[in-house]
Nanobody, 124 residues
Framework: QLVESGGGFVHNGESLALSCSAPNFMLEYYAVAWFRQAPGKEREQIACMSSTDVTAHYLDSAEGRFTISRDNDKKMFYLQIDSVNPADTDIYYC???????????????????WGQGTPANVSS
């Protein structure tokens, strides 16, 4: 029910724009988030936005280069990654949950809906 797009091959230092489509959701009622997962590693949350405010929350290591945003009318949310480097080579997942709970208190297990993942490969 969530569909990511925008992954692919990018060069070191470029920007990467990921999108998540939620056509069947009244997105204004959902907390949304982006996760990343490298082969053999656990999935980790990068950023999230609660349904009740426009404040974005980021993993400490994601501050500065990652920007999460949402457009409830278009039923879309986004992740912009600036100045990518080879360590950003991962599969990126979008996730959502209908809740008013602040997303900063939510973990992977709290999200009900997931996209299929979109891979990003950064060449050095």
């Amino acid at each position: 029910q969530l569909v990511e797009s925008g992954g692919g091959f990018v060069h070191n230092g470029e920007s990467l724009a990921l999108s998540c489509s939620a056509p069947n959701f009244m997105l204004e009622y959902y907390a949304v988030a982006w996760f990343r997962q490298a082969p053999g590693k656990e999935r980790e949350q990068i950023a999230c936005m609660s349904s009740t405010d426009v404040t974005a929350h980021y993993l400490d290591s994601a501050e500065g280069r990652f920007t999460i945003s949402r457009d409830n009318d278009k039923k879309m949310f986004y992740l912009q990654i600036d100045s990518v480097n080879p360590a950003d080579t991962d599969i990126y997942y979008c996730a959502a949950r209908m809740t008013q709970r602040p997303c900063a208190r939510m973990r992977q297990r709290n999200y009900d809906y997931w996209g299929q993942g979109t891979p990003a490969n950064v060449s050095s």
